[in-house]
């Protein structure tokens, strides 16, 4: 599929599942990386957390463009939570482990907020999954654990790699769990007549 654009679209993020969506469907894109803090606030609720980080990222490289830039900034956050507790990217190996043993047997939400921002648009939205795991299967969860996969990634899995021998059931936007509520941003990209068939 390949989409008309009426105005050019920088991707926010340095994460290459997202960039993988933006080629997928056929956008013309460049790539500017947003270097913000993304710790959560005191007493910040998740998805508050995650909405207040996609809008930051966007405005972040949005300072970066040209004053006359009239394309269209599109950042995203994507956070774990398990009860009101966010559960980031793993700091290392030993890291992996004891976060999916927590996440096993459990119902968690993947958060995902992205932000389009730029050309008389200024939009942030949040999309929630809720992901079952599978309870703990030890030899299982500490083979993955040793594996390069969950290093970059929220919670210390991939649901579109081999991470997704733990999940027992989605609720919601399987996308979203990737990284991209990809449905959701081209309904909003279409509506705001940036892309067109």
Do not use: W
């Given at each position: 599929?390949?989409?008309?654009?009426?105005?050019?679209?920088?991707?926010?993020?340095?994460?290459?599942?997202?960039?993988?969506?933006?080629?997928r469907?056929?956008?013309d894109?460049?790539?500017?990386?947003?270097?913000?803090?993304?710790?959560?606030?005191?007493?910040?609720?998740?998805?508050a957390?995650?909405?207040?980080?996609a809008?930051?990222?966007?405005?972040?490289?949005?300072?970066?463009?040209?004053?006359?830039f009239?394309?269209?900034?599109?950042?995203a956050?994507?956070?774990?939570?398990?009860?009101?507790?966010i559960?980031?990217?793993p700091?290392?190996?030993?890291?992996?482990?004891?976060?999916?043993?927590?996440?096993?047997?459990?119902?968690?939400?993947?958060?995902?907020?992205?932000?389009?921002?730029?050309?008389?648009?200024?939009?942030?939205?949040?999309?929630?999954?809720?992901?079952?795991?599978?309870?703990?299967?030890?030899?299982?969860?500490?083979?993955?654990?040793?594996?390069?996969?969950?290093?970059?990634k929220?919670g210390?899995?991939?649901i579109?790699?081999?991470?997704s021998?733990?999940?027992k059931?989605?609720?919601?936007?399987y996308?979203?769990?990737?990284?991209?509520?990809?449905?959701?941003?081209?309904?909003?990209?279409?509506?705001?007549?940036?892309?067109?068939?």
């Open positions: 599929m390949k989409f008309t654009q009426s105005c050019p679209l920088i991707l926010a993020s340095g994460s290459p599942r997202r960039k993988e969506y933006f080629e469907y056929g956008f894109f460049e790539i500017l990386k947003a270097d913000i803090p993304e710790e959560p606030k005191p007493n910040e609720k998740p998805e957390f995650a909405l207040r980080l809008r930051e990222k966007g405005a972040a490289v949005r300072e970066k463009c040209a004053h006359d009239n394309g269209l900034i599109i950042s956050d994507t956070i774990v939570v398990l009860g009101d507790e559960i980031g990217k700091r290392g190996k030993d890291d992996v482990l004891p976060m999916l043993q927590k996440l096993a047997g459990q119902t968690h939400q993947v958060i995902t907020a992205y932000a389009i921002l730029g050309n008389g648009v200024d939009v942030v939205k949040a999309v929630t999954t809720n992901v079952e795991f599978y309870p703990a299967m030890l030899p299982l969860l500490l083979a993955y654990s040793k594996t390069i996969e969950p290093l970059d929220a210390s899995y991939s579109q790699g081999v991470g021998f733990m999940v059931s989605i609720e919601g936007s996308n979203n769990v990737v990284g991209l509520p990809i449905e959701h941003l081209l309904q909003d990209l279409s509506k705001f007549k940036a892309i067109s068939i």
